[in-house]
């Protein structure tokens, strides 16, 4: 079966970190941008970080600049976000995504980040 | 950042009905979006790239259209699995932005 796998979420308290790794099952990330996408309880979806397939170009939401790093590794088909200096308003759950330049084809089922004290 | 004004953002439509949903970007985006479905407790899924582009293994019921700052999602003789919620994004220029959704409801 085609999918991501999210792990790394959980209860943090505000200030500190995590962070979320992200796995292929059954595809490759070849050739392909990988984002993460979070969505904050009854709320809509947010984009928070793109990285290239050869990791030469990386984006992030205003929002968690300075605060976030999106990397990936290539051999082991998997993207990470370091999460340092988490807010309250960090708190969702957090989708990668696959986007091979025609949408954002896969998505992982959400791993769940509270940041709470 | 690119705003992406989508509407309505409730509508509530009946089995068999054909129902639009809009979204306007800020500025133009030429073709460069996308339109996902999501029901709760789930992740997206992608239905419609570069504006018109029907995904793989997604029903033909759905189309988009629209190019620059105007887009739409129809869906055509709704069916049950059909109510959930769709959102646009553009993907165009960073950041990306998503509309704020448009929860579609059974009458």
């Known amino acids: 079966e085609v999918q991501l796998v999210e792990t790394g979420g959980g209860l943090v308290k505000p200030g500190g970190s995590l962070r979320l790794s992200c796995a292929a099952v059954?595809?490759?990330?070849?050739?392909?941008?990988l984002n993460w996408v979070r969505q904050a309880p009854g709320k809509g979806l947010e984009w928070v970080s793109s990285?290239?397939?050869?990791?030469?170009?990386?984006y992030y939401i205003d929002s968690v600049k300075g605060r976030f790093t999106i990397s990936r590794d290539n051999a082991q088909n998997s993207v990470y976000l370091q999460m340092n200096s988490l807010r309250a308003e960090d708190t969702g759950v957090y989708y990668c995504?696959?986007?091979?330049?025609?949408?954002?084809?896969?998505w992982g089922q959400g791993t769940t980040v509270s940041v709470s004290s | 950042a690119i705003q992406m004004t989508q509407s309505p953002s409730s509508l509530s439509a009946s089995v068999g009905d054909t129902v639009t949903i809009s979204c306007r970007a800020s500025?133009?985006?030429?073709?460069?979006l996308g339109w996902y479905q999501q029901k709760p407790g789930k992740a997206p899924k992608l239905l419609i790239f570069?504006?018109?582009t029907l995904h793989s293994g997604v029903p033909s019921r759905f189309t988009g259209s629209g190019s620059d700052t105007d887009f739409t999602l129809t869906i055509s003789g709704l069916q049950p699995e059909d109510f959930a919620t769709y959102y646009c994004?553009?993907?165009?220029?960073?950041?990306?932005?998503f509309g704020q959704g448009t929860k579609l409801e059974i009458k």
């Open positions: 995504t696959r986007d091979g330049s025609f949408g954002m084809d896969v």
């Open positions: 059954g595809l490759t990330f070849r050739g392909a941008r």
């Open positions: 990285i290239s397939h050869s990791s030469s170009h990386i």
């Open positions: 500025q133009g985006i030429r073709n460069d």
């Open positions: 570069a504006a018109s």
């Open positions: 994004l553009q993907d165009y220029d960073y950041p990306f932005t």
